[in-house]
């Protein structure tokens, strides 16, 4: 089985709960969740047994380590996360009555964003596997060309590309854009996962079909797009294939794309050929396991979990 290194933001989600009172004053709770959409993804390979590798960077705050230990307790290997005196990433996050998260972001100057390049390891240091990455980690000019550089190396070094585009229009400080960066990555990825969303986004009319002409043009094995409650599918350069998600309990919906993204990872490590709508109903089923949770890593389903 191949290994994963997933590179990218890792964080604290701040999930708003019910506070206390003192002295009359209503003061707002909190609970602090590692989270982090490329952390996330490392976390559930390492629940469905693969071999995962975090690659980004920390602040040496009193969160930096707690994130550190909470990817370890999930079993992912740390050895290539650094720390840094730059603040560690914070999201707000308070979801609404049907579990969908709101997210507010504190992230100037914040580690991920000032990781250099020489800090991250050569991909000829570390055997070839799956490299999963998202496009958080393209919105700042220094960083977006950390990341490119870096996928780059993979590729050359004969490493698979996974891509999430998990598209946060509120960490693009230039407003609109994020359109050609993350489509420098859809020409890059191997496996890519977006949702109608992020697609009505990065093109104004015919977008799946824009997508897809793009990303087949260049190395694209298969072209995962999410609707919510609405049917997933796949698409192949041979197929196309849909799964319908089961009607669950709704509690917190952060988790759901590292679960399915955390599948279709899994899979790739795998030295079997793909089965792509197998791959899919099991994506399918991960996801709608992990928003029955509140905080990311916590939802994420194990193997036994999936059976």
């Known amino acids: ?3 994963l290194y997933a590179f990218g933001e890792l964080l604290v989600d701040a ?6 009172e003192e002295d009359g004053l209503a003061i707002p709770g909190a609970l602090f969740y590692p989270g982090g959409a490329p952390a996330n993804v490392a976390v559930a390979a390492a629940r ?3 071999k995962s590798h975090f690659i980004g960077q920390v602040g040496r705050d009193q969160f930096g380590p707690y994130l550190k230990q909470a990817l370890a307790h999930y079993g992912v290997d740390t050895r290539y996360l650094r720390s840094t005196d ?8 308070s979801l609404d009555d049907q579990g969908r998260p709101e997210f507010r972001f504190y992230r100037s100057g914040s580690a991920d964003l000032v990781l250099p390049a020489h800090k991250l390891p050569s991909p000829t240091e570390f055997a070839p596997g799956v490299v999963h990455v998202a496009s958080n980690t393209l919105t700042e000019v220094d960083i977006r060309r950390v990341h490119l550089g870096f996928v780059d190396r993979c590729l050359d070094a004969g490493n ?4 999430d585009v998990n598209l946060r229009l509120g960490l693009w400080p230039g407003g609109n854009n994020y359109r050609e960066p993350i489509k420098a990555m859809l020409t890059r990825a191997d496996v890519i996962k977006v949702n109608h969303h992020e697609l009505s986004l990065l093109w104004e009319s015919e977008a799946e079909q824009q997508l897809l002409d793009l990303a087949f043009a260049h190395r694209a094995q298969a072209v995962f797009i999410t609707d919510g409650a609405q049917p ?7 197929g196309r294939y849909s799964e ?8 917190d919906v952060t988790a759901a794309g590292g679960a399915f993204c955390g599948v279709i990872v899994a899979s790739l490590c795998d030295d079997q050929e793909p089965d792509w ?9 991960a996801g709608s396991i992990a928003v029955g949770k509140q905080g990311a890593f916590p939802s994420l389903p194990t193997t036994a979990d999936l059976v």
């Open 1 to 3: 089985m191949k290994p």
């Open 15 to 20: 999930l708003h709960q019910q506070g206390i």
């Open 244 to 251: 319908q998600p089961p009607v669950v309990d709704v509690v």
């Open 48 to 50: 469905l047994g693969v």
């Open 232 to 238: 997933a599918e796949v698409v192949t350069r041979h």
């Open 277 to 285: 709508a197998a791959i899919l109903a099991r994506a399918v089923r």
């Open 86 to 93: 730059a603040p560690t990433p914070l999201a707000l996050v």
């Open 160 to 163: 698979l590309i996974s891509f």
